[in-house]
Every structure is written in structure tokens, then in C-alpha cells.
């Protein structure tokens, strides 16, 4: 089998209370051997049980998955035995330092800190200055390394990352895809779920998730690719308003805001710059600024959350 | 083995940094023998008194003096009539009064019998009872000593003899069961909530992806509180036979090594309520009710089983601390050798066995 990762069908569920909760529908992905996969979507889309379900920490209701080609229910032993896991809440032991956490999840995987020191070294020789210091003490950016470094100690095959980066900061956030992407040249295969549309750029290819069900999979260029519609930025002095006034008319198809603009799709697509402002000049907005723009990621969600 | 004493080894970390628990757990057994051995006790000593006294001649002279000799009484109120009586007993200062009807002397000298009327405040029955007899104790002593002046053609004489604890101390009594309590506490209530935190924390979630046997991680927790139990063991024993002058009648060698095997089946309970619950709090509230309350209440430490209504005398069978108490007494009270303790050592062995196994099928291997 040449993947790492096969996902085929699975469905699972909880009870909560009386009703019936779908944390997962038709999952079906494949990751290939040494490739940077990425699961993009918001909160409650289910990232985190499709990773507990591949890292043996729980059985789907229906469907069947494989991880470096054994079965995840049956086989599950030799899963855990070469896979490394980084759980989305910080799951170390507070309470001992740096050096202790790292020994003690080597000793766990039979390994010691020397063994696999090539893989770990450019990750851990930026918290080794701190490795008297207990985890709990660490800053945020220093525990998502020190976490990687443990899920890293016994050379896995597969890495399941829930969300590495929320709650960091956004230098260490750039620091830790580039930790992935060395990774990735040791022949590691990294799966990544995230939060942030942003990161899907850095995956090699990506799966958009929403409300328990995969919408497009896809390489993050081919994803933007996808969206056919020209694209335009508007921005204007009272941005709100415009918003308001964009939507309620019967020029513009979709208006959603992003940071300073608004990414807007005309009904009628306008060709020109002018042509575009002068659709919108019926809404007196002050200053406007029109632009075509390419596609991101996001636009890409929202568009296919829309169907 | 090694990787099992680096386990033991981060166990012992997370013990000895958290000082606040671990000043709890070796400071608690010391409190308990304390606070049992010379506040909570039962025992009488220096009671408040009262007395009236209607007649006031020699023989209720004397009785008062040899009540006032005593240890357990002290006089403090000479009452002149009835209507006092009651006010002393409602504001509390007295327990209990002992009245003379007028002419005592006489009335005894003439009629060859007289009556004493004692009063006590029943709101505690046991203790009521308890003075009342030492009253009646002393007044009988001082009946005896009469008698080289009187003749009285019969009497029958009771002689009492109270056996493996001549001086009716508590002590003797709750030892066992302070240590059943600590024990207890200790190993079923820490070790559930130190393996339940794991999971609260999110480490189990690791510990389960990796090719180890959770059990193994967890039966390594148990190793710190194993040994810390036998320092409370040791401390309670040394408080008890120095401090308390409760002496160990029987072998020590068997004492400690009951000990250590209650102690396995409590760690052995501790893993169970660890598998079956998922918050700290929970783990605690099941070590606490369903733990400690049957080890103070259907033990036999403070009610006695045998006079418990029949189902909770059933029931107090399944409780663990029971037959370590009586393996206990038995042997340190008593004095007593194995072969009197085989039957109830093999219920606990049973029971520890049961335990284990029951926890180990029911350990999750994984989070559902």
C-alpha cells in the first residue's frame, strides 16, 4: 500500500443525552506517503475525533481506516507503536521539567533522547536552554515545541498534529510550519488540522471540513483555483455600511469582510476597475477603492459552505 | 524493569512537588491518633457533679469524700434543694447529681437499708449510663467497707475482670480503626485521583497511543503510595504503642504484613474507581461515600457489627475495612497468631484478587 493514511466511509456519532450527535459523515481521504496533509476547518467540524479515530483512541461506528497500512481497529498495537501523536490541549505533565517530559515519553516508546537526537535536534535545541525548567513555567510557542519534540522522540512514521498552532503566537506560528516542512524531509507524513485558512497555503494538499463532513480535498492551488467567479476587494470609509448596503443590493452576489476589505462577487461581472465602481456608485460610499483580486483559501470555503 | 522504575520514578516527582498533598498525607495519620487519642475520647474523666445533700452525717460524708477522691468525678456544686437541681443540669454545668434523702444515716443504721437518688443528664445515653455506674461503683465500695460494723448474713460479691484491655482505654479500640481509615484514604482515594488526573489532563491520551501497556504506567503509581502507606503503617504503630501506650500483644512481623496486604487492596480499589470515572472530583466523591463512610460505619470501629439490624450486617461483609479490623484487633489486641486470623486474611486475599482483576478487564485502552 502505497499511503499512509486511508480513510474509507467512516461515520461516528455521540450520544448526548437523548439525541443522536454526527461528529463525522462519508469521510473518505487518502495521504500519501512523506506529504504534508492538512485538515482545514473550524471548530466542531470534527478534526479532532477523525485524529482520536486514526490514532486508535477510538472506533468509528461505520467505515474502515488504515494508518501505514494496518487496520486501526485490529491492528491498533502496531499503530501506536509508530505513530506520533500531538493532542490539540497541552497534554504534558506540568509538573516536570523539560528534560523529564522529553525522558519520559522516551522511555514510554522504548527509546531514549540520544537515539533520535538528528530528528529532534533543530527543535530541541531551541528549548534546551529551558530544560531544568518545569513545562507548566514554558511559554506557549516553547510547550508546543517541547510537545512536538515528545511526539517526535521514537521516529514516527505518521504525525497527527491537532491543531499546533492556536492560542500561539504568530512568529512561533511561522517557526513551527517550517519545523514541519524539515520534518518532511526526514520522510515523516505529517498530518495537520488547523483553524487558520492562512496555514492551508503551507500544506501540500488540504481537506476543507465542515459540520462533520469533507467538502473538496484538494491541493491548496488547485482549491483556488476552483473558484471560477472574478474576485473583486472594496473598501470604502465606512466599512459596515457598506457591507449592509452591498448585500441588500442586487449588484453584488456574495460580500463577506476580510481584515481592512470586503471580497466581493458581482451578479454581473464588471470587466474594469471603472466598470466595477460604477456598479457600486449607486451605494454612496465615500472613498471607495476597487480591485481584482486572486482567490484565497477562505473565499473557497465560504463559497463551498454556501452549497 | 528499568522503564518500570523510571514510571515509579516520575511518580515520585509529581508526589513530592505537590508539598501541599504530601504534607496531608503524612501529617493526617499523626492528627487522627491524636485528635482520637486525647480529644475524641469517650472515656470518663473529672465529670462535673453535683451534690445534694439532705442529711448531711457521716455516712453521706463519706460517700461524698470517696466520690470526690475519684478520678472520673469532680464536685462541683453543693446544691441545697431541689429547685437548683434543675437549673445546673440545663445550663450545662453538671452531668450528674447525686441526692441524699434526710436522715440517711439513720434511715441505713435502722432499717438496714437506704436509697441514693442519682440524676444524670441523658441527652448522651452512653455516657449517662457510664457515670451512673461509677456512681453506683463507688457507693457499693463504700457500702463494703461498712461492713466490718455491719453483718449482714448474705451477700453475693461480683467480681469483674475486663480482658485484653484491663483499663477500658478507647485507645485500644480505634487504632485499628484509624489505620483501617488512613489507609483508606491514602492508597484508594489518592492513587484513583492521581490516575483519573491523567486522563484530565490529557496524558493518558498519549500514554494510550504508544506501544506500552497503559496498566503498566498505572500499576507504576501505585509503587510511591504502596511505600508511603507503610511509613503511616510505622508511624501509627510507633504513636500508638509509645504515645498511646497500646501495646502489640501479638507478632509484629504478622501485624505489618496484614497491614501491607490491606494496603494492596485498597490500591487494588483505588484502580477500580479509577476505571470507571473520568474527573478527579468523582473519583473523590466515590473514594469518600463509598469508601470511607462503610469504613467508619460498617466496620465495626465505631458501631459493633453484631448489634447492626441483620441486612447491614450482610452487608458490612463486603466491606474491606471490617475484616482488617478485626484481623487487627485480633492480633495486636488480643495477641492472637495467624491461625486464628487465616479465614478473614483469605477474604481480604479474595477480595484483593477480585479487585485486580475486575480493574484491569475494565481498564479502557482506549478514550471511549
Known sequence: MNSAVKVNNVYKSFKKGKTEVKALQEISFEVNKGELFGLIGPDGAGKTTLFRILTTLMLANKGEAWVDGFEVVSQYKEIRKRVGYMPGR?????????EENLSFFATLFNTSLQENY???????????????????????GMKQKLALSCALIHRPTVLFLDEPTTGVDAVSRKEF??????????????IVSTPYMDEASLCDRVALMQESRIMEINSPKGITENFKKPLWSVRSADMYKLMLDLRSGDVVDTCYPFGQYHHVVFKKDPHTVEEAKQAIATISAKDLEVQRIPATIEDCFMELMRK | ????????????????????????????????ILIFGFALTNEVKNTRIAILDNSRDEATAGIIHQLEASRYFDIVKNIRGYGELEPAFREGKVKLAVVFPPRFQYTLLH??????????????????????????????DYQKSMKGQQDFPYTINTEMRMLYNPQLKGSYNFVPGVMAMVLMLVCAMMTSISIVREKEMGTMEIILVSPIMPIRVVIAKMVPYFLLSGVNIASILLLSVFVLDVPIQGNLVLLVSECLLFTVTVLALGLLISSVTDSQQVAMLISLMGLFLPTIMLSGFMFPVENMPIPLQIVSNIVPAKWFYYIVKNIMIKGLGFGYVWKETLVLTGMTVFFMLVSIKKFKIRLE
Not at chain 1, 497541552?90 to 523539560?98: A, E, G, M, R, W
Not at chain 2, 511518580?11 to 493526617?28: A, K, P, Q, V
Not at chain 2, 457515670?131 to 457507693?139: G, V
Open chain 1, 90 to 98: 497541552f497534554s504534558l505533565y506540568q509538573d516536570l521539567t523539560v
Open chain 1, 118 to 140: 538528528d530528528l529532534i535536534k533543530s527543535i530541541y535545541q531551541q528549548i534546551e536552554p529551558f530544560k531544568k525548567r518545569r513545562a507548566g513555567a514554558l511559554s506557549g
Open chain 1, 177 to 190: 510550519w517550517e519545523l514541519l516542512h524539515q520534518l518532511q524531509a526526514h520522510g515523516i507524513t505529517i
Open chain 2, 1 to 32: 524493569m528499568k522503564q518500570f522504575l523510571f514510571f515509579v520514578q516520575k511518580e515520585f516527582y509529581h508526589l513530592l512537588r505537590d508539598r501541599r498533598t504530601l504534607f496531608i498525607l503524612f501529617g493526617m495519620p499523626l492528627m487522627q
Open chain 2, 111 to 140: 432499717e438496714n437499708s437506704a436509697s441514693v437518688q442519682l440524676i444524670a443528664d441523658a441527652t448522651d445515653p452512653n455516657v449517662a449510663n457510664t457515670l451512673a455506674n461509677y456512681a453506683t461503683a463507688i457507693i457499693m
